[in-house]
């Protein structure tokens, strides 16, 4: 079946500029998360969604990144004014809801690299 | 919080030989999930290996396994009989067994397999 797919695979953006960075999770999937991958910061939790809420989005680094998803499927992170710290690869990753068993495997997909010139 | 740490920043091998890849971490809590993440140029993350920390035996699949030191906080991951295609980013990460679940990696090592 389909994976997880991001969109675009990479986006060039001036400073200042607004982005919008698009996930669409494995179908099913309730749980989806947002993790960046920068030189400096390595890989780092950004939000997590259980279906529409985020509970726990401790990991947004400012008040200018914000993440939304509906009907429980796609996932959209929306980086407003642009800043060159924020250039990284955005990655995306979906899972079915924990259960007794323990976790089940994150799956990711394959980033989006956004470069903020 | 915690924290994991990959202390080899780069490894290099030939193939066929049989590499391990350190970890630590630290934690206060006492049930959670360990995992291997590999990477490969295409950005792909890719699960190798996890290890539920109530779980005494050490993990294993196929060429992978894990020596999980869980009172010495150690988490190291031994490839045996290494192809080419192991080559990549590898991955340590932590998982609470409560909240949201989100991983938290390690800085990876960069292993490379050659011919």
Known sequence: ?117 | AQTVTQSQPEMSVQEAETVTLSCTYDTSENNYYLFWYKQPPSRQMILVIRQEAYKQQNATENRFSVNFQKAAKSFSLKISDSQLGDTAMYFCAFMNSQGAQKLVFGQGTRLTINP
């Open chain 1, 1 to 117: 079946g389909a994976g997880v797919s991001q969109s675009p695979s990479n986006k060039v953006t001036e400073k200042g500029k607004d982005v919008e960075l698009r996930c669409d999770p494995i179908s099913g999937h309730t749980a989806l998360y947002w993790y960046r991958q920068s030189l400096g910061q390595g890989l780092e939790f950004l939000i997590y969604f259980q279906g529409n809420s985020a509970p726990d989005k401790s990991g947004l680094p400012s008040d200018r990144f914000s993440a939304e998803r509906t009907g429980g499927s796609v996932s959209t992170l929306t980086i407003q004014r642009t800043q060159q710290e924020d250039s990284a690869v955005y990655l995306c990753a979906s899972s079915p809801k924990m259960t007794d068993r323990g976790p089940y495997e994150q799956y990711f997909g394959p980033g989006t690299r956004l470069t903020v010139t």
